[in-house]
């Protein structure tokens, strides 16, 4: 039996914790205990998607909420340690790069239990991004290095990490898979907005670099006034409180809504003529549902998208918004190709641990 500890505390590492935790719970020789830091505590960005997605309730909820990047990696630092301390996992289990994945790591590091980094190996080369730098502070000091595609081998490979490094999949694929079929017959999000597929706009703007220079979010919403369709955004606290401090105003064809549970989110993408974002994660998912994607970054950590032609980067400029979304037939027209594995990373992770702990 070995005793897996579990760190979780944004959206995107909900969803993969629940395709992990629900294979982990058929697995004889594993016990896994989830530690939830609380970094994302908004009730539509968090106890949703637990109910949703039959993640288990977690051992520990840390609450740490918002703050500065110091201040709240500290804090959930000090927490994580001490339930590590309590607990003595066999191994640390963190997921992409957000500052709960890197807190977890480093108190792991500290007191010399192993660590497994899900979604190893990805790199922008943005370090003014916060998620670069805990993206390539966790991979240095993991045991495992679980990557989702053999470009990110490769990047490792070319920072001297070579060990322990394996080739598994994307686990938000297995996701996809899994949940997409639910969405379409549990989620009346078209029906509640009133809009029909293929119709409208998804968009999702969340990234610091974009929500806390205003100069950004203004080119954005402008861009979004001069799309004739409509735009559906879930806004994120954080955006919704820069737009209202900097009194932007939001454009009329943009229909603003609650952060939604990962159901909901699935529809509206598998529908939607295309998504407008800078999320790391939409980008892979709009890949999986053969949605084409406008990327409003400079830089994206899954180039293989971008190479596929799916996926277009367009930073925050407004003519270049426009354009991308006026020749979005084109990138529809590309050839999709498998990227990131067949469906069954979890079940690789958790074969891999099991051999190697």
């Known amino acids: ?25 058929q697995t004889k020789n594993i016990e896994e205990i989830i530690v939830h830091t609380g970094q994302h ?24 909420g918002s703050g500065s990047h110091g201040a709240q990696t500290g804090k959930m630092l000090i927490e994580i340690e001490e339930v590590m301390l ?46 670069e730098i805990n993206r390539i502070l966790t991979d240095q000091v993991s045991t495992w ?4 595609s053999q470009n990110a081998v490769q990047l490792l490979n070319k920072e001297g990490i070579t060990h322990g490094v394996y080739e598994v999949g994307d686990i938000m694929y297995d996701a996809v898979l899994e949940f997409s079929e639910k969405a379409k017959s549990k989620s009346t999000i078209l029906n509640q907005l009133k809009i029909r597929p293929k119709e409208y706009a998804l968009a999702t703007i969340h990234r610091q670099e974009n929500t806390d220079n ?15 369709d409509k735009i559906i ?15 932007i105003q939001i ?11 990962y159901l909901d989110m699935m529809q509206l993408l598998a529908n939607t003529k295309v998504a407008l974002t800078d999320s790391g994660g939409l980008q892979k998912e709009a890949y999986y549902l053969h949605v084409p994607c406008i990327t409003l970054r400079d830089t994206s950590e899954w180039v293989e998208t971008i190479e596929a032609g799916w996926n277009e980067l367009v930073g925050t400029n ?40």
């Open 1 to 25: 039996m070995i005793k897996i500890l579990t760190v979780i505390g944004a959206r995107p590492q909900f969803i993969k914790a629940a395709i992990f935790s629900v294979k982990a719970q």
């Open 41 to 64: 505590y908004d009730e539509n960005m968090s106890a949703i998607f637990f109910e949703e997605m039959g993640i288990p309730k977690p051992h520990y909820h840390l609450q740490v």
């Open 86 to 131: 309590k607990e003595k996992p066999d191994a640390v289990l963190v997921y992409g790069d957000t500052n709960s994945t890197l807190a977890g790591a480093l108190a792991a590091a500290k007191l010399h239990i192993p660590i497994a980094h899900v979604e190893a190996g990805l790199r922008s080369f943005d370090k003014k991004m916060p998620e």
């Open 145 to 148: 290095l679980f990557t989702p």
């Open 214 to 228: 205003e100069s950004n979010l203004r080119n954005i919403l402008e861009a979004f006034k001069q799309i004739e």
């Open 233 to 247: 955004l879930p806004i994120h606290p954080r955006t919704n409180n820069k737009i209202a401090q900097s009194q």
């Open 251 to 261: 454009p009329q064809n943009v229909i603003v809504v609650e952060p939604l549970g």
């Open 318 to 357: 407004l003519e270049k918004i426009v354009n991308a979304y006026k020749n979005i037939e084109k990138i529809s027209q590309k050839e999709h190709i498998n990227l990131y594995g067949d469906g069954n990373t979890a079940q690789r992770i958790i074969n891999i641990l099991l051999q190697k702990t």
